[in-house]
């Protein structure tokens, strides 16, 4: 029996049925930390998704008003997975309609701790987190920081959610914008490179089938050394790197084009659009 597993009272009822909310299920379920009937996804309008996901998952979903409300104020657990620009009008509405003290979880970018109670009118208890998509096969990232409100069983049952379906960092909230800039969009810049190493791959004669599987097993290779060894990256890149060798030429390529300057703006920028993102939905307090 899974350790983390959920009690059979807790309800998760998840706001937004989009591919983090999928990706979260997914793992929820395939590491049994949570069963299907435990679980009630709501989103917006799209009919035909809540069917792929109650098919999929074998999870409830609900699109009658009435319904949601009442799996709303039922639930113990409340995941608010809708994008940032439809956050503000969800949670105005939400706040009017609960009644109990659900733990409210978001996974929503940049949308801060105050802002969420704002919104809300009511100090619930928040999780804000920063998952990122390998959660759906339980090798995700998540950073997490919880408001005052939030109890001990609260943050275990967090705690349990996230660390089934990967790591979990337990952050201050000041920190969540960077994290989502390292770890919450960080694998769409490894996919990026990929992308890159697989067409220069087929460029130079590789056929695609066989591109494909060198840069997947490279990237996954050089991922679990350096989990595994705990070795410095600077020390694995230059125990591949001969003087004046094949390694040394290609790095040199790349700080021409000025490689680590790039990614380290890329992530700044990533943290900053996060912090803008969130203000936006604060704007809409005022
Ligand atoms: N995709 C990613 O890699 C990550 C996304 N996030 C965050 O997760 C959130 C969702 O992102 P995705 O799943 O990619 O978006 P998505 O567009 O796939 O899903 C959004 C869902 O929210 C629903 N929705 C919209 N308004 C609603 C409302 N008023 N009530 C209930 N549901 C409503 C939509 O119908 C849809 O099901 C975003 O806030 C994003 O910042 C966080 C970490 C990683
Ligand atoms: O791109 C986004 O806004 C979201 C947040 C982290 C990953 N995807």
Redesign the pocket.
């Known amino acids: 029996m899974n350790d983390n597993r959920l009690h059979d009272t807790e309800q998760i009822c998840f ?9 979260i299920v997914r793992g929820l379920i395939h590491k049994g930390v949570a069963k299907p009937a435990q679980i009630i996804m ?5 009919l035909e ?1 809540l069917e792929y996901l109650s098919g999929e998952y074998g999870v409830r979903t609900a699109s009658q008003d009435a319904e949601k409300e009442k799996d709303l104020q039922e639930a113990s657990v409340i995941v608010l ?4 620009k ?2 503000a ?2 949670l105005r ?1 939400l706040g009017t309609k609960l009644n109990g003290n659900p733990l409210i979880v978001s ?5 801060s701790i105050s802002t969420i109670q704002a919104l809300l009118g009511i100090a619930l208890p928040i999780a804000r987190t ?4 390998s959660s759906s096969i339980g090798l995700g990232a998540t950073g997490i920081s919880l408001s005052a409100e939030v109890n001990a069983e609260q943050q275990q049952t967090v705690m349990s959610m996230f660390e089934a379906v990967g790591q979990v960092s337990v952050i201050p909230e000041a920190q969540m914008d960077i994290l ?1 800039g390292v770890s ?2 960080g ?2 810049y490894i996919y990026y490179m990929m992308e890159a190493m697989i067409a220069a791959g087929i460029e130079g004669g590789l056929s695609a089938e066989h591109a494909r599987e060198l840069t997947v097993q490279t990237v996954l290779g050089a991922a679990v050394m350096m989990k595994e060894t705990g070795e410095d990256p600077a020390k694995l890149r230059k125990d591949i790197t001969s003087p004046n060798g094949s390694t040394q030429a290609a790095l040199e390529v790349l700080d021409a084009h000025h490689f680590t300057a790039g990614v380290k703006a890329a992530v700044h920028r990533c943290a900053e659009r996060s912090r803008e ?1 969130g203000e936006a939905v604060r704007a809409a307090l005022s």
């Open positions: 706001s937004g049925a989009g591919s983090m909310a999928e990706s709501h989103n917006r309008s799209n998704r997975a809708m994008k940032p439809d956050a009008e969800a509405a996974v929503i970018a940049g949308l920063m998952p990122n998509t989502t919450g969009s694998p769409a993102m």
